[in-house]
């Protein structure tokens, strides 16, 4: 081998491993968007969100009914596709909305509606371990809920999702909910 060869052979070995060192560092320390690491690593929102982003403004409704249009704060578990008919979207057992805010919201009230598949349902709902409310709905049929969430339970950051978990004891689906500013 020439010495040309040698040196372009050390070359590219130091090039190679320099590159490799590089995308060892970047798996160490990934550089990505909060919801790509939510529904590809972490895998705990249902639906990709094309916007990359989980805020949401108090007083958007959060519709459960479109098939095309899907709700992106929807955890992975509990919840099904939404329905084709435009019915809403089934939940079963454990689950919730993930959410990101910009501003303290204040006390919130939270609308939603739904249908009970069974009678005697029950439907807990929770924040952390700052508040829990259960309802219990006996007849099968259209539902709408309304209750107040206290001020100071929501982590206004961007970067910090807000877990509102649901707990069922059986089926239910959502067509809607709602967070808006108690007035």
Same mark, same amino acid.
């Given at each position: 081998?020439?010495?040309?060869?040698?040196?372009?052979?050390?070359?590219?070995?130091?090039?190679?491993?320099?590159?490799?060192?590089?995308?060892?560092?970047?798996?160490?320390?990934?550089?990505?968007?909060?919801?790509?690491?939510?529904?590809?690593?972490?895998?705990?929102?249902?639906?990709?969100?094309?916007?990359?982003?989980?805020?949401?403004?108090?007083?958007?409704?959060?519709?459960?009914?479109?098939?095309?249009?899907?709700?992106?704060?929807?955890?992975?578990?509990?919840?099904?596709?939404?329905?084709?008919?435009?019915?809403?979207?089934?939940?079963?057992?454990?689950?919730?909305?993930?959410? !990101? +805010? $910009? @501003?303290?919201?204040?006390?919130?009230?939270?609308?939603? /509606? %739904?249908?009970?598949?069974?009678?005697?349902?029950?439907?807990?709902?929770?924040?952390?371990?700052?508040?829990?409310?259960?309802?219990?709905?006996?007849?099968?049929?259209?539902?709408?809920?309304?209750?107040?969430?206290?001020?100071?339970?929501?982590?206004?950051?961007?970067?910090?999702?807000?877990?509102? !978990? +649901? $707990? @069922?004891?059986?089926?239910?689906?959502?067509?809607?909910? /709602? %967070?808006?500013?108690?007035?």
């Amino acid at each position: 081998m020439t010495r040309s060869v040698k040196i372009l052979f050390v070359l590219v070995f130091f090039v190679l491993s320099g590159f490799y060192l590089y995308v060892l560092n970047l798996t160490r320390h990934p550089h990505m968007s909060m919801t790509f690491k939510m529904y590809y690593l972490d895998q705990s929102i249902h639906f990709w969100s094309r916007n990359q982003t989980l805020a949401y403004i108090p007083g958007t409704e959060m519709s459960l009914v479109p098939f095309r249009e899907r709700c992106f704060y929807l955890s992975r578990v509990g919840w099904d596709i939404p329905e084709k008919d435009g019915s809403g979207t089934l939940f079963s057992g454990d689950g919730g909305l993930l959410f !990101t +805010l $910009h @501003s303290e919201p204040g006390v919130l009230t939270l609308l939603s /509606n %739904f249908n009970t598949l069974s009678d005697h349902t029950e439907l807990t709902i929770s924040v952390g371990k700052a508040w829990s409310k259960t309802f219990t709905f006996d007849k099968a049929g259209p539902q709408h809920l309304s209750t107040q969430i206290p001020a100071g339970i929501f982590t206004a950051d961007p970067e910090t999702p807000n877990y509102v !978990t +649901l $707990h @069922s004891n059986h089926i239910m689906k959502f067509q809607s909910f /709602n %967070f808006t500013r108690a007035e």
